[in-house]
């Protein structure tokens, strides 16, 4: 499968990087500008600067990796056009402050998924900064990365990438919950911010007890914890959570259903 990109910033560009790790070929664009020397990804073999619209008719599946309001500017000038029914991953998060989205989108993602009718859109990788896509694990477990969007196969198709770059994605229902993910990233850049980890920072999701046959979604108890990423170039050790952060039941109490 040929994966384009649209956004050659930090977060596109550790994309590409981690999707050609992974052996799968890349093409990837900034906002339709013409691919100017040297280019960055030259090393990287299975890596492609190209137009933005050689990413759109190309690719097999999309990626839109770049601002929000650069995402919407591409889809009203019709530069996104030509979806034919494939799979677009809105990985954008719009500014929580001071935008004031049309009704009745109300969310970044809604808002794409009606201005990119012939795509089918899912919002994903909208948590994970940039620092995270070359290795999603904390205390040896992969990275949860929710997912939202009303087509089941093309739930399908972004879960099986998101496995294959290593994280552990969870289904979380139709479009209409993209407002929710859209404020998951504000609060995981808020602790980020807060605690200075610059971007060390992610979650996951773990069922307490899986029922046989459970993929990709969740039911039944559950529990979220935060970890921080250790810092590159040490050891990985696994620490219990402070009592204040920890999301655990205490030990010898069942765990509490997810509310």
């Known amino acids: ?136 694990v904390l205390d040896g477990r992969p990275v949860t990365v929710p997912l939202a969007g009303d087509h089941p196969p093309a739930k399908a198709e972004v879960s099986a990438l998101l496995r294959r770059l290593g994280f552990a994605p969870v289904d979380v229902g139709g479009i209409d919950r993209a407002p929710a993910l859209e404020s998951l990233a504000e609060l995981l850049m808020a602790i980020s911010s807060r605690h200075a980890l610059r971007g060390r920072l992610g979650f996951q999701v773990a069922l307490a007890e899986p029922p046989a046959g459970v993929d990709g979604g969740l039911s039944g108890p559950a529990h979220v914890e935060l970890s921080r990423r250790a810092p590159a170039g040490g050891e990985r050790q696994r620490r219990p959570a402070p009592a204040a952060e920890s999301a655990r039941s205490p030990a010898g109490r069942p765990p509490r259903p997810s509310r």
């Open 1 to 136: 499968m040929i994966v384009g990109i649209i956004g050659r910033g930090r977060m596109g560009s550790a994309l590409a990087r981690a999707l050609a790790a992974h052996g799968g070929p890349v093409l990837i664009a900034g906002r339709g500008d013409p691919v100017r020397p040297p280019d960055p990804f030259a090393p990287y073999p299975g890596i492609r600067s190209v137009p933005t619209g050689a990413v759109v008719a190309g690719a097999d599946l999309v990626v839109l990796m770049l601002p929000f309001a650069a995402a919407v500017e591409l889809a009203l000038a019709g530069r996104l056009d030509g979806g034919r029914g494939r799979t677009v991953i809105d990985a954008t998060n719009p500014p929580q402050a001071g935008v004031a989205l049309p009704a009745p989108a109300g969310s970044g993602g809604r808002l794409l998924a009606e201005l990119l009718p012939q795509w089918r859109v899912v919002k994903a990788l909208n948590t994970v900064p940039a620092g995270m896509l070359d290795e999603p």
